[in-house]
């Protein structure tokens, strides 16, 4: 499995009015969104399926890569919520039998998915891994077995390096 | 510190009757890297110094990075050869004295470079990160103290998706 997390784009701050959950995307973080897409686009990447958090700024992103057409299809997933945990996902993604050929976007948050990235390459010193808003962290999964410490990571990049 | 590591690019396969060494890069090797370099140039880069391995292969590459004007300086440091270790690297860092402001690109070899960058995030599970001949890692190491376990990654790419 080729996994590629991707952050959520620049979203609006936390208000006391304004629920973390129903922050929205920026009209310079949907702009910034496209662009990544467009060029992950030109770089010939192509998702089966995208998994979003519930949250509205990451299924705002997850829409963007749909429109741009890295994906035909995309799902929520609780477990990428800012408060899921990487073993319930695992779990979650174990029942659903992918093929070993499958290329999966996770579209969430930080801190999680850059301490998911270290989870899985082995890395017991989390926080090490910079994944800015609309960054990228490309791993791939080993066929059977656990993924924790046994994935490889092959991409991490900034949106700057990409637009 | 930002710390660049850049493995050298494709080279020459090695025979009986030439030297590891003594390895060039290859006409594709050569083009595939100066297009790497041009596409770090536009993306902004520079470097105030590069330091390469004395090997031939790493040499070329170190000489294309400073022909496509990403520094103006160059040099060779024995420790970069595929037999260094970190430990005489960092020592030898050290004694250099750079300014924390420094942008330093060293060319080496696999499995060296990544393995170090695995060191300096803390990765105690070796051999997960995944550099490609002319390819990157970009990390910012510490202002004081060691670097070991203590740096950021924030880049690593494959050459495919900067040309």
Do not use: C
Request: proline share 6%; aromatic share 6%.
């Amino acid at each position: 499995m080729e996994l590629y997390l991707i952050r959520h784009g620049i979203a609006q701050e936390r208000t006391s009015d304004r629920p973390d959950q129903l922050r929205s995307l920026t009209a310079q973080g949907q702009e910034k969104t496209q662009q990544v897409a467009k060029k992950l686009y030109s770089l010939g990447l192509r998702f089966d399926l995208i998994l979003t958090s519930p949250l509205v700024r990451s299924r705002q992103t997850a829409e963007i890569l749909v429109e741009s057409q890295l994906s035909s299809q995309w799902q929520e997933s609780v477990h990428l919520a800012p408060n899921g945990n990487i073993s319930a996902w695992l779990d979650w993604l174990e029942q659903q039998q992918y093929p070993h050929s499958i290329k999966l976007a996770v579209v969430g948050h930080e801190p999680n998915l850059g301490q998911w990235a270290s989870m899985l390459i082995g890395n017991q010193a989390l926080g090490r891994l910079v994944l800015k808003k609309a960054g990228i962290i490309g791993l791939t999964l080993p066929e059977t077995g656990s993924p924790l410490g046994r994935s490889q990571m092959f991409w991490l990049t900034p949106p700057k390096f990409l637009i």
